[in-house]
């Protein structure tokens, strides 16, 4: 008989409910969740990401609820709940894009509960170690705080994602990344081939003890600028990896799938390669899953943005490109040292530390736009420890 140590549960909540509804539900659907809330009872200190910054003008509502975001009611419950049961000092850690932090429209809930806001672009940041190694780097730069919480929770909004089909609990975690000048570009991570094993190492690395993914409305096609559902839904587990499970055949999804099969139409499967790598698992016969949601809970895809065999083209070239670089890396570090290189076809595209005014990458490819380039910090020390093996499998 299998041993079911994951728990997640699934719960009804109608998208009209007010603020008080809300918590009541949030306060059911996380009720049975002794591991995460025996771990949350004994932090000092506590991180919480939710899916929510961005510009206050650009912020889609559907329904009545933000559509690409955590919705408000559901973040004052998450602080409320966390408040009413932890003695923690709480502190939501997230990137911003301006400097006025006017994405963060948000604050006065935060000021409300008395809960910190960490800017994870601002000094301090220091490199984290993934103790079991990652999968595609083992170390990463992140805010200093990440380092001195005790635990980490993850609050998601339900989505799909064009690059790696659905994007939730693990995904969110993206987010705490420092941006530039202190941290890597966004699209270092968020890069062909790199972007779901990134993902697993973000969750591995930071390990949160509770997931909550507002599902209250959804959106179906993309992470930005996709169409609205209604779900009418919450949902919430101890373990990311068989949260995002259950969330993805909530949606319709198979997690075990994998690219190129729908949704996983441009990357790999992040929840699958969680699984391989043994953080979790999304065998459903080992996640005690308590649910009240029929299945699907909406009609959940990924948009097709580029042919099938353009996909397989850029995932080909990136991954030879990388070889290339580690092949040829002492090269690079003559004419390139300390500086970030766009590799295509062997040769140097662009070249510096400011990525900020670049043009996109398929105006960077010139004539060849079926192919990939490859992004890399020229490191003398390879201070991020790059796994390139990963770029030999993906070959094979």
């Excluded at 509804?21 to 932090?43: E, H």
């Amino acid at each position: 008989m299998n041993q079911k140590n994951d728990k997640v549960n699934a719960i009804g909540c109608d998208h009209r409910s007010d603020r008080d509804t809300i918590y009541k539900a949030l306060k059911d659907v996380t009720a049975s969740l002794c591991t995460s809330w025996q771990r949350l009872a004994k932090a000092r200190k506590i991180a919480v990401k939710f899916n929510a910054v961005w510009p206050p003008d650009r912020l889609p509502i559907y329904a009545g609820i933000y559509r690409e975001l955590v919705d408000p009611k559901v973040m004052h419950g998450v602080l409320r709940l966390l408040r009413e049961k932890t003695d923690a000092e709480l502190y939501v850690v997230d990137t911003t894009l301006t400097g006025t932090e006017s994405d963060v429209y948000f604050k006065p809930l935060l000021q409300e509960l008395g809960v910190h806001f960490v800017n994870a672009s601002k000094p301090p940041v220091q490199w984290m170690d993934i103790p079991e190694s990652g999968l595609m780097f083992n170390r990463y730069y992140m805010p200093q705080i990440l380092a001195e919480v005790d635990e980490v929770v993850t609050v998601a909004k339900l989505k799909s994602h064009r690059s790696t089909g659905i994007t939730l609990g693990m995904k969110n975690l993206f987010g705490c990344c420092p941006l530039p000048p202190e941290g890597r570009p966004r699209s270092y991570y968020h890069h062909m081939v790199r972007l779901p094993y990134c993902m697993v190492d973000f969750a591995m690395l930071l390990k949160p003890c509770l997931t909550i993914i507002e599902g209250l409305t959804a959106q179906t096609g993309q992470e930005w600028g996709g169409d609205g559902l209604l779900t009418n839904l919450l949902i919430a587990g101890d373990h990311v990896t068989a949260t995002d499970a259950c969330a993805a055949r909530l949606m319709g999804n198979d997690p075990s799938g994998d690219w190129p099969d729908e949704p996983y139409r441009r990357e790999r499967n992040y929840i699958r390669l969680a699984a391989e790598k043994g953080f979790g698992t999304i065998d459903s016969s080992k996640i005690d899953f308590d649910s009240e949601i029929r299945i699907p809970a909406g009609s959940f895809n990924s948009t097709e943005t580029d042919s099938p065999e353009v996909v397989f083209s850029w995932r080909k070239t990136a991954c030879e490109q990388g070889l290339y670089y580690q092949r040829h890396r002492d090269l690079f570090l003559e004419d390139h040292k300390n500086e970030y290189i766009f590799l295509q076809r062997g040769k140097v595209v662009w070249h510096g530390l400011d990525l900020s005014n670049l043009r996109s990458r398929r105006v960077l490819s010139g004539k060849f736009k079926d192919e990939s380039l490859y992004l890399k910090f020229v490191d003398a020390e390879e201070t991020e420890q790059e796994h390139f093996d990963v770029y030999q499998r993906e070959l094979e």
